[in-house]
Nanobody, 128 residues
Framework: QVQLVESGGGLVQAGGSLRLSCAAS????????MGWYRQAPGKQRELVAL???????????NYATSVKGRFTISRYNAENAVSLQMNSLKPEDTAVYYC??????????????????WGQGTQVTVSS
């Protein structure tokens, strides 16, 4: 059974920073895509950031327009882990953040149904 475990959520004031981390464990054949979705109350789940492995040549990253320049996603391939550094946080960033993983390299845009594995989510709350 594959598990994705997130950590690093919490309460922060606007303008502050948080770092989310996620690690996959279990019977994983391969993970070539990892990333983060978020879901705010009353809103649909949206893709925040994605990192797609490119083998020895590295990989590519994708960000939602609303977080570009503020958030940075990093992948730790050997550990099937991913992090999301969130800077200059805004109240509208408040949401449950979900770590995701996909065995194959993802196509853009990534659809929810294309995600193979989901974490249970970690709450990020940004106060005014």
């Amino acid at each position: 059974q594959v598990q994705l475990v997130e950590s690093g959520g919490g309460l922060v004031q606007a303008g502050g920073s948080l770092r989310l981390s996620c690690a996959a464990s279990g019977s994983i054949f391969s993970i070539n895509t990892m990333g983060w979705y978020r879901q705010a109350p009353g809103k649909q789940r949206e893709l925040v950031a994605l990192i797609i492995s490119g083998g020895i040549s590295g990989g590519t990253t994708n960000y939602a327009t609303s977080v570009k320049g503020r958030f940075t996603i990093s992948r730790y391939n050997a550990e099937n882990a991913v992090s999301l550094q969130m800077n200059s946080l805004k109240p509208e960033d408040t949401a449950v953040y979900y770590c995701i993983a996909k065995e194959q390299r993802a196509t853009i845009p990534l659809r929810i149904n294309d995600v193979d594995y989901w974490g249970q989510g970690t709450q990020v709350t940004v106060s005014s």
